[in-house]
């Protein structure tokens, strides 16, 4: 007779995944041209892939020029399209989050544009493949959130097959009139777990 402890059953602890995607936006007289000699791709975007029998990933572009405008306004800009494949075994259900970062400019002192001013909404799915269900956390302009706080983005359950969820977020951001004109940078992070 074999002996067996409880914790033997134990299921495995859920994986989270994580992938950033850092933003720059200028403000100013001469932040149109600032921005323009600033490369799309000049940021590396950081990215954990997790290697594992059942996964479960989320990709996204290495970065986003939201573009340039005055202080006092709302800019909105796409993230570009945000990914999540699940070839996990079973049916089960997935969350993707997203979260942010103040927007900074470099400098003495320092100058912010609070999280708070960042909206987010995921709008619908563009692409998918495979069975199962998909629910984006904002389905439209009117439904956006502020990322003061870690929000979902989207969710869904597997169907039998591998799927594939793939949606277009887009950002809007309020810049105070006293925003001081410069290159601001930030990062928004999506996880998937």
């Keep these: 007779m074999r002996k067996t ?5 134990a299921a495995p602890a859920p994986l989270s995944l994580a992938a950033s995607l850092p933003l720059l936006l200028a403000l100013g007289a001469s932040a149109p041209a600032a921005a323009a000699s600033v490369p799309a791709t000049g940021i590396a975007a950081v990215a954990m892939v997790a290697m594992r029998a059942d996964p479960l990933a989320i990709s996204l572009p290495d970065s986003a020029n939201l573009g340039a405008g005055g202080t006092g306004g709302n800019y909105s800009a ?11 075994v079973g049916i089960p259900p997935w969350t993707a989050t997203v979260s942010a970062t103040d927007l900074t400019l470099a400098g003495s002192p320092a100058q912010t544009i609070s999280k ?7 709008g619908p ?3 998918s493949s495979g069975g199962g269900s998909r629910v984006p956390g904002q389905a439209s302009a009117a439904d ?4 003061t706080t870690q929000m979902i983005a989207f969710r869904g359950r597997k169907g ?3 799927t594939s969820t793939s949606w277009q977020p887009t950002l809007v951001i309020t810049v105070p009139a006293s925003a001081t004109a410069g290159i601001y940078t930030g990062v928004i992070t999506h996880s998937v777990a």
């Design 5 to 9: 402890r409880a914790d033997d059953f």
């Design 78 to 88: 796409s993230l570009g399209t945000v990914t999540v494949a699940d070839s996990r």
């Design 116 to 122: 708070a001013n960042i909206a987010y909404w995921s």
């Design 125 to 127: 799915p563009v692409a």
């Design 144 to 147: 956006k959130v502020p990322l």
């Design 160 to 162: 039998t097959f591998p």
